[in-house]
């Protein structure tokens, strides 16, 4: 709907959980320009800590058979992988590069984001908020 209404570029953020062979096949015939996709560890019990409810293996699952497919259906979709680095996967990124790297292509991209309040001395975060609709953001920016 967005490509038909005379968005050009779209793109979506995700956890992989639910990024199943037929989702993946509609995103990327409806013209997805650039998915975020979200993978903290590529160990198991690290990543189960970090991502509660979904599991590693469908996750892990799922990435690469998205890339499999962008690489058939739509080779121009960005994919950029992403790890959110924190406490418990802080020494794996030299790992995560190397498994990455050669599975995805030019138009990807390949980083890590630090966890902020992870690594701030004396973080506590914020229990109570003044204002509790504030939409997401990325609708507007991603």
Same mark, same amino acid.
Not at 22 to 43: F, N
Not at 67 to 94: A, F, G, H, Y
């Given at each position: 709907?967005?490509?038909?209404?005379?968005?050009?570029?779209?793109?979506?953020?995700?956890?992989?959980?639910?990024?199943?062979?037929?989702?993946?096949?509609?995103?990327?015939?409806?013209?997805?320009?650039?998915?975020?996709?979200?993978?903290?560890?590529?160990?198991?019990?690290?990543?189960?800590?970090?991502?509660?409810?979904?599991?590693?293996?469908?996750? %892990?699952? &799922?990435?690469?058979?998205?890339? #499999?497919?962008?690489?058939?259906?739509? /080779?121009?979709?960005?994919? $950029?992988? +992403?790890?959110?680095?924190?406490?418990?996967?802080?020494?794996?990124?030299?790992?995560?590069?190397?498994?990455?790297?050669?599975?995805?292509?030019?138009?990807?991209?390949?980083?890590?984001?630090?966890?902020?309040?992870?690594? %701030?001395? &004396?973080?506590?975060?914020?229990? #109570?908020?003044?204002?509790?609709?504030? /939409?997401?953001?990325?609708? $507007?920016? +991603?």
């Amino acid at each position: 709907m967005l490509k038909d209404g005379g968005v050009k570029k779209v793109g979506i953020s995700t956890n992989v959980a639910l990024l199943s062979e037929k989702v993946s096949r509609d995103l990327l015939e409806a013209g997805l320009d650039e998915i975020v996709l979200s993978v903290d560890s590529l160990k198991k019990e690290v990543f189960e800590t970090i991502r509660v409810r979904p599991k590693f293996d469908e996750v %892990l699952e &799922n990435s690469l058979r998205f890339i #499999e497919l962008r690489n058939r259906i739509r /080779p121009q979709t960005s994919i $950029w992988m +992403r790890m959110v680095r924190q406490k418990l996967n802080k020494d794996e990124w030299p790992a995560y590069e190397a498994y990455w790297k050669p599975r995805l292509s030019s138009v990807d991209r390949l980083y890590y984001t630090n966890n902020w309040g992870d690594q %701030l001395a &004396n973080f506590s975060p914020v229990s #109570e908020s003044y204002q509790p609709k504030l /939409p997401c953001v990325a609708l $507007w920016s +991603r």
